[in-house]
Nanobody, 125 residues
């Protein structure tokens, strides 16, 4: 399967913003769940947000609700994650993956595949 490609990470101070991008193929973007996950050093990868690309239904982890927003670029098959009011605990490597089976997106890592290499987000106090 084709690997997704994440970009847009960087280093910001707390309260700042970053916009991540997940580039997919047309097939991967076609009415599948695409999710963003993150992994902090020494911790397991955890789900952040996901969207069913066809219907646009979203799911956010409680820790990011009201601060992170997903948006779709349907023409270029790109999923964006706008991250505002960033906190130091948002620091980690951010990955995107595809879930081809679910009709309602979850943040269960085991359902996702085609992981990209990730993009690093660092938030300083």
């Amino acid at each position: 399967q084709e690997q997704l490609v994440e970009s847009g990470g960087g280093s910001v101070q707390a309260g700042g913003s970053l916009k991540l991008s997940c580039k997919t193929s047309e097939d991967q973007f076609r009415n599948n769940c695409i999710g963003w996950f993150r992994q902090a050093p020494g911790k397991q990868r955890e789900g952040v947000a996901a969207i069913l690309t066809g219907a646009g239904a979203t799911k956010y982890d409680d820790s990011v609700k009201g601060r992170f927003t997903l948006s779709r670029d349907m023409y270029n098959s790109i999923l964006h994650l706008q991250m505002d009011r960033l906190k130091p605990e948002d620091t980690g490597m951010y990955y995107c993956g595809v879930d081809r089976r679910s009709v309602r997106c979850s943040l269960s890592e085991s359902l996702y595949s085609d992981w990209g290499p990730g993009t690093q987000v660092t938030v300083s106090p």
